[in-house]
Structure formats: C-alpha cells, structure tokens
C-alpha cells in the first residue's frame, strides 16, 4: 500500500515535469499547426545552461531555473522570428524536415562543447533527502518540489488562458486566425510570444530534470516520442487536456518499469496504442472534430 | 417515371442545433432537380446525408429502393450517387486526362492493378478522352490542372464526377465564381447530360436554377418548406418571406 | 540515358575498387530510401519509424544466417515477408487520425522495436550486436569474399530489381490512385476510391521492401547491430529524399550517393560532429531547394525545353 503510494507520487513527479516540458509544444501545435520536433532542443538547452551555471560559476541552483527559463525562451523567440515563421504556411513533413535538422544540429553542437557524458548536478541540501509520509511511504524531497512547482506553474498557465488578455487573444488567435486578424489581433505577434513561452517552459523543464530525466546530447529525441505522445493523446485545445495525458504517461512509466521491469518502457507504448484504438483522436476530442 | 432517391424523416443534429429537419423528399428518375435555400437552410447538410459523409440522427434514405441509410460514401458512389464540390476538389499535380481516368479506374475497381503501367489500360484512357472532349476540353487534357483557366477547371470537376458514371449527380453551385462569359458552358454541359442521369442542383443564382429546373425543392431553417414546379415556388408566398428582399421572380425566358 | 545509369555500377567497380563497401552501403541506403519514398513521395504518409521494417528485415535475415540458414535469396525473401507482415499489421495503426498520430505511432512502432531487440539479447545479441552471420555462396557459386565485390553485386542486383519492381507500380493505375490520395483525399473518396484500402497496400509493400533493404544490410556486412532500428536510421532515408527528391524514382537513388558521400566528406573534416553539418544541410533544403536533386534536374530539362522551343521560333 505505501509503496503504491510512492511509485505514484513519483509518477506525478514524472507527469508533470512532463506537462511542464510538452505543454508549449502542444500550444504551439494548437496555434501554429506547427509540427516542432525540435522541442526537445530547447529543454535541453535550458538543462546545460543550468548545468553551466551551476557547476561552472556556483550559481544556486533556485536562481538557474529563471534563467533556464529565459535563456530558453531568447533562444525560441530568436529562431521563431528567424526561421519558424517561414514554414508556418508548410507542409508537415516539411517542418518535421526542418525541426529535425535543427535537433541535429543541437545535438552534434552540445556534444562539441559539453562532450558526450551524462551530465550532474548537486542539489542544495534542502532538496536532498526524502520526506516521511506515512509509516514506509516516502518521496524525495526534490520530487515534491518538482510537484509543486509544476502544480503551480500549471494553475498559472490556466489562469493566464483564461482570465487575462493575452489568454484571450491566444484563444481567439488558436480558433481562427482569420477572424482574429480580423478583431486587430497582431496574430504574428501572439505567435511569437507564445512560441518564447513554450521554450522556455521546456527549458524549464529541462532544468527542473536533469535529475529525474538525466541530461546527455541525446535528451532531445529520447523525449520527443513523449512529447508527441502528450500532445497526440491530450490533444491541443486545453491546458487540461496535456496536462492528465502527463500525468498518466508519467505514473503509467513509473508504474511500468517498478511493477514489470522485464516489461520497461512497453508499458507506454501499450497505453499510447490501447488509447490510439479507443479514442482514434485522442483522449480529450470532442466528438466531430477530425 | 419512377423515384430514385427518397428521404423519410430525414434530420441531423450537431450538439443542440437542428441542421436538417424531418426531410420527407422524393427525386423522380431522370429530374432536373433544383435544391436552394437561403445561406444556412441546411444544403450543405442535406448533400452531406446523401453522399453518407455524416450520418443521420433519425430518418431513412432510399435509393433506387435499396436502404442506404447505413451504407459508407464509397458504397453510395459505387451505386451511383456521386457528388462535385462548390469550391474544387481536383488532382492540382495531374493532368485532366490522368485525373478523369482515375475516376474511371475506380469505377471499374481497376485502381489497384500495380503490374501493367496505365499507358496500356487503353479502354480506360480512351473513355477518359472522349468525356473530357464531349465536354469541350479535348485541348487541356495534358496541360497541368493547375494551368487551365478557373471557368475550365469547373467543368473538370463535373467531368470527374461524370467519370464515375452517376445515376444522380448532385451538382454543388457549378457556376460558382465563374466569370460570366464561361458561365454558358457550364450550364449547357449540365442542360445536355443524358435523361439517363438524374440531376440535384444546388444554387444560389435563381437565373441558372429557373432555366435548367423542372422542379425546385425550397430548404429553410433545416426543413423542407415547398417543393414543386418552377412556376409554384416562384408565387409561393412563405418562399417569398423566406427570401425576403431577393427577388425570385422567374426571368423572361 | 536510364541504360547508361545503369551501366555506371560496372566503372564504378573498376575506379573506387577498394571503397565498394561504400558503394554497396549507398545501394542500399537507396534501396531503403526507395521503399520510404513510396510511402512518403507517393502515398503522402509522413513517417518517422521507417527503420522499425529496416531492422526487422536485418535481424531476420541475420538470425536465419546465424542458425543455419545462410541462403542469400531465400534469407532476402524472408526478411522482405516479415517486414511485409509487420507493415501490414501496423498500418492499421498508423493510418489512424492526422499527420502528428501518424508521427507519433510509426516513431512508437520503431522504439518499440529497439527496446525490443535491446531486451532480448540472448536472441539478437543486443547492444554487442548480432555476430556469426555466415552467408552461403550466391546460388550456390559466388562466395561473399573479403573484398565484397560479391556484396557489391549482389546489392547493385537487388537494388535493380526491387527498382523495376517500384517503378511499375508507382507507373500502374494503383501508383495513379496513390497520387490521388495524396493530392486529394476528400475527392479521391468522393469518387468512391478504398482510400485507406489503397493506403494500407502502399503502407505495407513500402515496409517490405525497406525490410529487403535491411535484409541487404546484414548479409553484405555479415552483422546487424542495434543500430538498423535507430531513429537517425529513419532520418536518413527522410534526408536522402530531401537531397534526391521525393515522389520521383530516381531522386532516392541520387540522394542516397550524394548523402554518404557528403557524410564521408564531412565525417573527415569534423569526425563524431557531422551530424551538425547534416542538420544544418536539411535546414537549408528544406527552406530553398524543395525539389532535392530531382527537382534541380527537371527545372534544367525544363528551361532546355523552353529554350529550344523559342529557338524552334
């Protein structure tokens, strides 16, 4: 029963820190119909910033992830305004061509100035250790940071959706481009912001993994099959919507590879194709919409 | 004359809203038959329940007395109901040619022949030919689609559908958008088709509609609201309120 | 002008003799390039797992090797029959929902695989690799030798042969309704066409042969290692397609020479960094020079065209 406990709360950890990495991904997708492969890149980067800074200059660990967050998003924002825009008008397989090229090229780049090797951090003391729940059951201090953190990021996502003025025009703009363009929405504009926002939550993300994920040049396409998962299964019309395929994703890994470890990874790729027959449009469609 | 196509009860809901009503309907064999309403009356719908791309709610179509309610669109083409799009749904990379002799293929089931190039299916590209010339397009059948003129490439859309040999051609607005001295081609080659070919025309412009219908069935708010001969409709006082301000007084032929 | 192309194999086995290994890899990159193209070029199906009927078609060739059964042909044949099956079996997956869904499973399908053939290492040799293939002579004749002029051969042969094979179909009616599908599905349904009918046939054949392709692989380098299921095997066939041009039989087979011997090129400038290079090349393709090589030849022929007939004038 505690142990149920803690490969759970473990798989939220994991979940969210998912959600956190794949939620722009899924909103760029929305807006953009932009198929990103190369989202990956920019939580990787947002991860060697942190390991930079912190092993290289002392920096504190808590002043790294704003950082990540930022170098992240300058980075998303540079090449959005740069190269994106140019393919938004593209044909899929064209921007899965460019957004692999550039996932290359990240990771031939890490590799040359960082080397090949797995790379660590040391936590602060007090993210270290496991916190006591109940008689057996425990989580690492660093893992319930994670979940809060994440928690809290997500509830700021959703108000900012829904209660501000950006939400509204992201909202308007997701719904048809057209019409927004229409009501003086500098479209463009929105598109930019939120492709900035998006990396530099996965840069977050990034940061925020490196213990849990583990960090080597090879992060991005290890994840991206998550990432695609995430948005595929939660579909891209809500912050919900990825967020509970995050988290059962996360607690499904989790689950997997403790209860049936011969069976590892298999666990979500069963679930991916279980759900893919069921709900051929994923989890959240609304019934029509194809 | 004998009925082809029959609606009973016909209706389709999206969430709360009604788009076809209770449509009871029936389509003689061989009709020139105009379907109009005003913008949202429910046509679009209406087609989209025959060709059988959305389902039903409640009701049953009947055709050529055979209950098609349940059957898939590939099912429905294959026995004869087939479509064309208001806004073209062509082959931009292939020839006229190539692309009314893919709809002959798949008619005859041949589309999935992979040893004998196309060159040698004869009969299929010879049958091709002779619709797109019957069709005044003999010139453009090896020019790219996308290089033919708008007015032309609204007759390829009715060639391809053609192609598949109909028995009910439901015809969506083909003079949509095309400048008016291409209009008259238009009209002639779906005024000439073979009495062997039941017609369903939608349209907006009551000229095209009160010179080629026999019949007119009026379509408002997702129900059937008077069906009859040009004459009927034109002095039916609800299709006046209907249409309130445009005028549908038949011209002076 | 086809016949002088393919004649070329013969020189080219007389002037780069001892770099035939090279030549036999890039036949069969084109091969494998090939048989993606036919998805992707034709049938417009974006995959990101192709390597998943690579592998499949490698390991069953290897294994059969390695147990006893050494016969080229025969060992081909059945890596392209697993690879068959297995295409056929996830189509029905695949073709399921939009461009992303289809993304996703067929990046899943070929993960799956990896972690698979990782797993079982007492079967594939996992991380080591698959060691011991030992192939019989060719018909009982041409032994595979040391300096792999058999391999050579046998892979131009095989590469040939599954060419002709594609290009009648993607020529035949079924490559025309393949088009159609691709060009317009909406239409190509409002004609009565089976599209996922059609769909599922291109899905399945393309995995075959990328599984005769991967068939190829172990049989010539007498070795499979994880690798042959790897994403940026996958990759690869995309960039090849990029550099040669989709949706044209021979656009494959220039992408996959002019790809390896850029990558041999780079590989000696900046060894273990080319991958940046190879990005950095499909950024630029993609964003000014769509048609690959292909599309580069047909603008040339077609300007020639042009100025011939203003001279004709």
């Known amino acids: 029963m505690c142990r149920v406990l803690t490969v759970l709360l473990d798989g939220i950890a994991y979940g969210m820190l998912l959600f956190i990495l794949a939620c722009g991904l899924s909103v760029t997708l929305g807006l953009m119909n932009f198929v990103n492969l190369a989202h990956g890149a920019f939580a990787m980067a947002g991860g060697y910033v942190t390991v930079v800074l912190v092993n290289g200059y002392g920096v504190p660990f808590l002043l790294c992830l704003p950082i990540a967050f930022l170098v992240a998003a300058a980075i998303g924002l540079l090449l959005e305004r740069t190269l994106y825009r140019r393919l938004y008008g593209a044909n899929h397989l064209d921007q899965v061509l460019f957004s692999i090229g550039l996932v290359f090229m990240a990771m031939a780049g890490v590799d040359y100035f960082m080397g090949a090797r797995q790379q660590l951090i040391t936590l602060p003391d007090f993210l270290r250790g496991q916190f006591h729940l109940a008689e057996g059951a425990s989580i690492g201090v660093y893992r319930l940071f994670i979940i809060v953190i994440c928690a809290v990021l997500a509830v700021v996502l959703q108000l900012i959706l829904s209660r501000t003025r950006f939400g509204s025009r992201l909202r308007a703009a997701v719904d048809d481009g057209e019409v927004a363009r229409g009501l003086g929405i500098n479209v463009g504009t929105v598109f930019a912001m939120t492709f900035a926002v998006g990396s530099g939550l996965a840069g977050l993300g990034g940061a925020l993994g490196i213990e849990v994920l583990g960090l080597d040049p090879s992060f991005p396409i290890r994840f991206m099959i998550y990432f695609l998962i995430v948005v595929v299964v939660g579909g891209t019309s809500s912050i919900a919507g990825p967020f509970l395929a995050s988290l059962i994703l996360g607690i499904g890994d989790v689950a997997g590879k403790y209860y049936i470890p011969g069976f590892g990874s298999f666990m979500i790729y069963t679930m991916m194709v279980v759900i893919l027959v069921l709900r051929p449009h994923g989890l959240f469609a609304t019934r029509g919409t194809s | 004359m004998s009925v082809i196509l029959e609606t009973n009860g016909l209706s389709r809901r999206f969430g709360g809203l009604r788009a076809v009503g209770n449509v009871t309907f029936a389509l003689q064999d061989g009709a020139r038959q105009a379907l109009i309403g005003p913008n949202g009356a429910g046509k679009t719908t209406y087609i989209n329940l025959l060709t059988g791309v959305v389902p039903p709610s409640e009701g049953r179509i009947t055709f050529l007395g055979e209950d098609i309610t349940r059957l898939s669109p590939e099912a429905r083409v294959r026995r004869g109901i087939v479509r064309t799009f208001q806004i073209n749904q062509l082959f931009d990379e292939m020839t006229p040619l190539e692309a009314v002799a893919l709809a002959v293929l798949e008619r005859d089931g041949k589309a999935r022949a992979m040893w004998r190039p196309l060159a040698s299916h004869h009969e299929a590209l010879d049958e091709a030919a002779g619709l797109l010339a019957s069709l005044g397009l003999a010139d453009a059948m090896e020019v790219p689609t996308a290089e033919i003129s708008y007015g032309r490439r609204r007759l390829l859309e009715i060639c391809v559908a053609l192609a598949c040999r109909p028995r009910l051609l439901l015809l969506d607005e083909p003079a949509a958008g095309v400048p008016e001295h291409e209009r008259n081609d238009i009209m002639n080659t779906v005024a000439n088709l073979p009495r062997t070919v039941s017609v369903l025309l939608i349209e907006h412009d009551m000229d095209l509609v009160f010179r080629f219908a026999e019949r007119i069935a009026v379509l408002v708010g997702g129900e059937l609201l008077v069906e009859g001969t040009p004459d009927e409709v034109a002095n039916d006082i609800r299709v006046k309120e209907a249409y309130l301000g445009e005028s549908l007084d038949a011209p002076a032929a | 002008m086809e016949i002088l192309f393919w004649l070329l194999p013969i020189p080219l086995f007389f002037l780069f003799g001892l770099r035939l290994p090279l030549l036999t890899e890039i036949a069969i990159l084109a091969l494998f390039a090939l048989s993606l193209d036919l998805i ?238 190879l990005g950095a090349g499909l950024i630029v393709l993609v964003l000014f020079a769509r048609g690959g090589l292909i599309g580069l030849w047909r603008a040339l022929v077609r300007r020639l065209h042009r100025t011939r007939d203003e001279e004709a004038r």
Do not use: C
């Not at chain 3, 289809?102 to 080591?128: C, F, H, K, Q």
């Open chain 3, 40 to 277: 992707l070029g034709y049938a417009g199906i974006v995959s990101l797992g192709h390597a998943a009927f690579f592998g499949l078609g490698a390991y069953t060739a290897g294994l059969l090797a390695v147990h006893g059964w050494g016969e080229p042909i025969t060992g081909l044949l059945a890596a392209g029959a697993v690879a068959t099956a297995a295409g056929f079996v996830s189509s029905f997956l695949v073709l399921r929902g939009s461009d992303l869904t289809r993304l996703m499973v067929t990046l899943a399908i070929s993960m799956m695989l990896l972690e698979a053939a990782n797993r079982l290492a007492w079967l594939t040799g996992g991380a080591d690799g698959l060691y011991g293939v030992t192939m019989w002579p060719i018909f009982g004749i041409f032994e595979f030798d040391l300096y792999g002029h058999t391999a050579y051969w046998y892979s131009v042969i095989v590469l040939f042969i599954s060419f002709v094979a594609l290009r009648a179909i993607v020529n035949s009616p079924f490559g025309l309704a393949l088009r159609g599908v691709k060009g317009n599905p909406l239409r190509m349904r409002a004609i009565g066409a089976p599209v996922n009918r059609h769909l599922v046939k291109a899905f399945t054949i393309g995995a075959g042969f990328a599984g005769i392709a991967g068939g190829l692989l172990a049989q010539a380098t007498q070795f499979v290692s994880l690798d042959v299921l790897a994403f940026h095997r996958s990759a690869e066939a995309l960039l090849v397609l990029v550099i040669g041009g989709s949706g044209a039989v021979y656009g494959g087979i220039l992408g996959a020479a002019a790809f390896r011997v850029l990558q041999e090129w780079l590989s000696g400038i900046t060894p273990q960094y080319w991958q940046f290079w």
